[in-house]
């Protein structure tokens, strides 16, 4: 059987009634309770009455009175609404505000680290080109002859003074494209090559590490559209973290691999330790390494894969990642073939 739900009427829309009218001197607290009283009667007869009601049935209020005091109840709770909703909308324009100017801060500071890393980037390039300069004239015997040891320290200096132009040239790139400054120059570009030539240039870290580095290209792969030294860069760095990130014994494979009539797929795929999959994204982020105490196993400056990123994104594209700690990873992104 349907129970059928009470009409709607207004002096349901008005909390704590009774205390109003006690307030109003239109009741007293004994007429209340009596009042109170008979309405539970009533209800647990089946037939449930509202207080007002019940006030009117026993002659403590005239239905007048009932009906101006809901008025009453009903304007002032209306009124309280109305100001609540002010208060709420100031609040809100108070807190957007805050975040506008938050933004713009964080924006502002965006700007100054940005100028700040490409200023300092600029000024370490004059001398380091200076020590460059002397070291190679030290190493070609122009200022005298050399030892054994005397070369072998030099070449460990050239090897340390060309990784610091790498990580100089690092920033400079990273200061570019967080100004949006990352210039692209597309063209027809044979991705197999450059492909072939990365794991070439790469092939001597990894046999020194015992790694087995291999190129998995397929024959009939097109032209593509692209820049052939960012995509060269990219691809480096796709294969150095391979390297680093993989024990002995394991394996980095670089796949190019043609996809319908429109898409080359380029991959590099490792062995390594993986990446959990809640921090995926952390490491696209730049300056940052999953790793980042005093006794981390791996170096870096955290700024490679953020820079793949913006150059893969800036060729229209986007870097996927596939992984799972303790059986590696695979990083893949599609380019456009050549039109014909």
Known sequence: MTQSLPRLSPEMLVPRMGEYLIQKGLITPEQLQTALNHQLKQTEKGT???????????????RTDLDQAVTEQILQLRAALQAANRTLERRVQERTAELEKALQRVSELSQLKANFIANISHELRTPLTHIKGYIELLVSESLGPLTAEQRHALQVSQQSSARLEGLIEDLIMI?????????????????????????????????????NLRAAIDEDVPL??????????????????????????????????????????????????????????????????????????????????????????????????????GRGSTFKFPLLAAAK
Request: glycine share 12%; charged share 20%; aromatic share 4%.
């Open 48 to 62: 449930p009455i509202l207080l007002g009601q019940a006030l009117v049935d026993l002659g403590f209020l005239t």
């Open 175 to 211: 200061s570019l494209a967080s100004r949006g400054e990352l210039s692209i120059k597309l063209e027809n570009m044979d991705i197999r090559r450059i492909a072939s030539l990365a794991v070439k240039s790469f092939m001597g870290q990894a046999q020194a590490r015992g790694i």
């Open 224 to 325: 593509v559209q692209g820049d052939p030294q960012k995509i060269g860069w990219a691809l480096s760095q796709l294969i150095d973290n391979g390297i680093k990130f993989t024990s002995a014994g394991g394996s980095v494979t670089v796949a190019v691999r043609r996809e319908g009539e429109n898409l080359v797929i380029v991959s590099v795929s490792d062995t390594g330790i993986g990446i959990p999959a809640h921090r995926l994204e952390e490491i696209f982020e730049p300056f940052h390494q999953l790793d980042s105490s005093s006794t981390r196993r791996y170096s870096g400056t955290g700024l490679g894969l953020s820079l793949v990123r913006q150059i893969i994104e800036a060729h229209g594209s986007m870097i996927e990642v596939q992984s799972a700690e």
